[in-house]
Nanobody, 124 residues
């Protein structure tokens, strides 16, 4: 059974940090590119980052998170991460990881498999 499970969300003050995790099972993790998305209340889902399959040599970030967020993957643990620093209130959203059998860094909604999401709230 293919499964992606996010964790690590929570409430944090502006300027704080969180690290989201995405544990995957049911498929060969190294064959899949991983993306992180978010959806704020009343807004459409948007992609914030992606990492290529295998060693994850290729990464990409949305402009509003560039320099603050870092995506990574640990193939030995079948886990992808999103380190989020200098968080802002506008980062408040449900965050989702997604996977697709793709060599490069996949940008867009074409991911085949999705997790259930983890909530991030940035507020003082």
């Amino acid at each position: 059974q293919l499964q992606l499970v996010e964790s690590g969300g929570g409430l944090v003050q502006p300027g704080g940090s969180l690290r989201l995790s995405c544990v995957v099972s049911g498929f060969t993790f190294t064959d899949y590119a991983i993306g992180w998305f978010r959806q704020a209340p009343g807004k459409e889902r948007e992609q914030v980052s992606c990492i290529s399959s295998s060693k994850g040599d290729s990464t990409y970030y949305a402009d509003d998170v560039k320099g603050r967020f870092t995506i990574s993957r640990d193939n030995a643990k079948n886990t992808a991460y999103l380190q989020m620093n200098t968080l802002k209130p506008e980062d408040t959203a449900d965050y989702y990881c997604a996977a697709d059998r793709w060599t490069g860094c996949l940008w867009g909604e074409a991911y085949e498999y999705w997790g259930q999401g983890t909530q991030v709230s940035v507020s003082s």
